[in-house]
Structures are given as structure tokens and as C-alpha cells.
Antibody, heavy 122, light 110 residues
């Protein structure tokens, strides 16, 4: 089973861009068997799926965030990344990177990172 | 699109059986598989049930999942409750393009 580890700044200023990276171990991001996604969770609240990316570069985003989100991947570093622009306090959350089956995306995340807390504040 | 609604909290005693519901508004619960996740405080979610009623590897058979078309809901049942079952539980389904999560249920084992 793959393992995932998030990294990035814990503090982002309002209106700026939140950038996180997820390093994958125990498997190749190019394997073709997985979608790679981000899920976030505001403190004390539920889970929200942000978007997914495939090794081909195909992406699909949550319609509620689509205008501000971009996912990318770097096969040479075996990691994928999240950029979220024009952030506000409402984007303060724990951000998880997750993997799921390419063949059964409906079945949800199969592996989760430990999560990284991002606070939006001046 | 649809929403998944869960009770905010449930309490039960050790050794008892508890059922957490996840009601779909819009469309039929059987249209898309339902998954369940457990999240203990300060940790990331872990997988419990996938494709309505299949247990993830390592999940004890005290955990079971089901769907009920008459109530348009999915259920997670935990039998023989243990103190370590105390956690938040989330259901999740798929609307054809996106994952949809329920709001979560806080299970307290008294």
C-alpha cells in the first residue's frame, strides 16, 4: 500500500496562494493504477473533496472550488501538488492527500496522508 | 447532485450495538456505492467499509455496512462496542464525478 506525506507552509496570508505537496512512497505515481486527490477538513467540521489528478495529467475539480484550484504532478520526484489561489479564512483546514483506485474511483480514498494544517491569516 | 445526512452524535454503552445512518437526498442510495471511514481525534481517517458492505482488510467483523432503498439510506453497524470505537464516522458516496461526504457522526462509548 502506498504511503503519502503532505508538506508545505502552515500559514498563508489572505488573498495569496496555498501550495502543498504530497510525496508518495511505496509505489509510483506513474503506475496508472491510482488517482491522486486532495481532501480538506476545517477544524471541527466534515471532509470536503478538492480534486483529483491522474498520471496522464488529467484533472477534475470540485465544482465549488474549480475556479481557484490546480493540481499538478512531478513524476521525477514522485509527488503531486495542490495550488489554491485567493485564499480566505474559510480555506483554513487540515489538508489530506489521498490515493484511490483508478478503476474504482467511486470507492473513495484507499490511503490517506497524516494531514497538514494550513491557517489563513494575516 | 445529492447530499448525505448523518446524525450529529450518538452515544451507547460498551458491549451494545449501535447503528449510524447516512441518508441520501436526491437520487437513489443504490445508484452509487457507499463507503465508511473512522476518524479518531487528531488523526487522519481510516477506511472501514467500501462498496456498501465490504470490510477493509483488518477491520473486525463487529463492523458491518448495509443499504436500505426504502429509507434511501446506508448504515454502519457496530456490535460489541468497545471504548476504542469512540470516534467520528463519515459516509461517502460518488455523484458520477465527485466524492460526496456526509457531515460525520460523533460516536461516544459511555
Amino acid at each position: 500500500q502506498v504511503q503519502l506525506q503532505e508538506s508545505g507552509p502552515g500559514l498563508v496570508r489572505p488573498s495569496e496562494t496555498l501550495s502543498l505537496t504530497c510525496t508518495v512512497s511505496g509505489g509510483s505515481i506513474s503506475s496508472g493504477d491510482h488517482f491522486w486527490s486532495w481532501v480538506r477538513q476545517p477544524a471541527g467540521k466534515g471532509l470536503q473533496w478538492i480534486g483529483r489528478i491522474y498520471t496522464s495529467g488529467y484533472t477534475y475539480y470540485n465544482p465549488s472550488l474549480k475556479s481557484r484550484v490546480a493540481l499538478s504532478l512531478d513524476t521525477s520526484k514522485n509527488h503531486f501538488s495542490l495550488n489554491l489561489t485567493s485564499v480566505t479564512a474559510a480555506d483554513t483546514a487540515v489538508y489530506y492527500c489521498v490515493s484511490s483506485s483508478y478503476y474504482a474511483f467511486w470507492s473513495g480514498p484507499h490511503a490517506w496522508g497524516k494531514g497538514t494544517t494550513v491557517t489563513v491569516s494575516s | 447532485n445529492f447530499m448525505l445526512t448523518q446524525p450529529h452524535s450518538i452515544s451507547e454503552s460498551p458491549g451494545k450495538t449501535v447503528t449510524i445512518s447516512c441518508t441520501r437526498s436526491g437520487g437513489n442510495i443504490a445508484d452509487n456505492f457507499v463507503q465508511w471511514y473512522r476518524q479518531r481525534p487528531g488523526t487522519s481517517p481510516t477506511n472501514v467499509i467500501y462498496e456498501d458492505d465490504k470490510r477493509f482488510s483488518g477491520v473486525p467483523d463487529r463492523f458491518s455496512g448495509s443499504i436500505d432503498s426504502s429509507s434511501n439510506s446506508a448504515s454502519l453497524t457496530l456490535s460489541g462496542l468497545k471504548p476504542e470505537d469512540e470516534a467520528d464516522y463519515y459516509c461517502q458516496s460518488y455523484d458520477g464525478s465527485s466524492w460526496v461526504f456526509g457531515g460525520g457522526t460523533r460516536l461516544t462509548v459511555l
